[in-house]
């Protein structure tokens, strides 16, 4: 993991966030690759990765350069402080700072969805996930498409 994290850091343009109390309580980091890189092994059929691709360089401007939040973890006795939030916040600031859209991948019932919904972001891949008075639900619509074996998969872009 050392070597893995080491070779994220060096990485031109690469960021890594850490929350430390007591310890690392949270981590996120992220880079500049290439669109159709970042959604590429994610998304089995061409058809779809060439439709997202479209969408998501129209975003950036007409780049296919993004800014991919790769990974954000806080320790499960630390959530609900905030710090999933704020990780997500400084991946986003990073790739505005670099004039890029930031991408992130997470499952639609996991904790960064909602994150992502709450700040606005465009969902462009997977189950529609709609913001509701308490919460969040799915629409039943598909954006692009789903994976056939991992269908709660969803792609977020951040504005750049």
């Given at each position: 993991?050392?070597?893995h994290?080491?070779?994220?850091?060096?990485?031109?343009?690469?960021?890594?966030?850490?929350?430390?109390?007591?310890?690392?309580?949270?981590?996120?980091?992220?880079?500049?690759?290439?669109?159709?890189?970042?959604?590429?092994?994610?998304?089995?059929?061409?058809?779809?990765?060439?439709?997202?691709?479209?969408?998501?360089?129209?975003?950036?401007?007409?780049?296919?350069?993004?800014?991919?939040?790769?990974?954000?973890g806080?320790?499960?006795?630390?959530?609900?402080?905030?710090?999933?939030?704020?990780?997500?916040?400084?991946?986003?600031?990073?790739?505005?700072?670099q004039?890029?859209?930031?991408?992130?991948?997470?499952?639609?019932?996991?904790?960064?969805?909602?994150?992502?919904?709450?700040?606005?972001?465009?969902?462009?891949?997977?189950?529609?996930?709609?913001?509701?008075?308490?919460?969040?639900?799915?629409t039943?619509?598909?954006?692009?498409?789903?994976?056939?074996?991992?269908?709660?998969?969803?792609?977020?872009?951040?504005?750049?």
């Amino acid at each position: 993991m050392i070597r893995h994290i080491d070779a994220i850091a060096s990485r031109r343009d690469a960021s890594l966030h850490i929350i430390k109390e007591d310890g690392i309580q949270g981590f996120g980091w992220g880079y500049p690759r290439d669109v159709a890189d970042f959604i590429g092994s994610s998304i089995p059929y061409k058809s779809q990765r060439r439709a997202i691709k479209e969408v998501l360089c129209a975003m950036n401007g007409g780049s296919n350069i993004a800014f991919g939040a790769e990974e954000v973890g806080v320790r499960p006795e630390f959530r609900g402080r905030g710090a999933g939030k704020f990780l997500i916040l400084k991946l986003v600031e990073d790739g505005q700072r670099q004039g890029r859209i930031s991408l992130v991948w997470t499952r639609w019932d996991a904790v960064l969805a909602p994150i992502c919904l709450n700040f606005g972001y465009t969902q462009v891949y997977g189950p529609e996930m709609c913001l509701r008075e308490g919460g969040f639900e799915l629409t039943g619509q598909i954006l692009v498409g789903t994976h056939p074996r991992m269908s709660e998969r969803v792609l977020f872009a951040a504005p750049r």
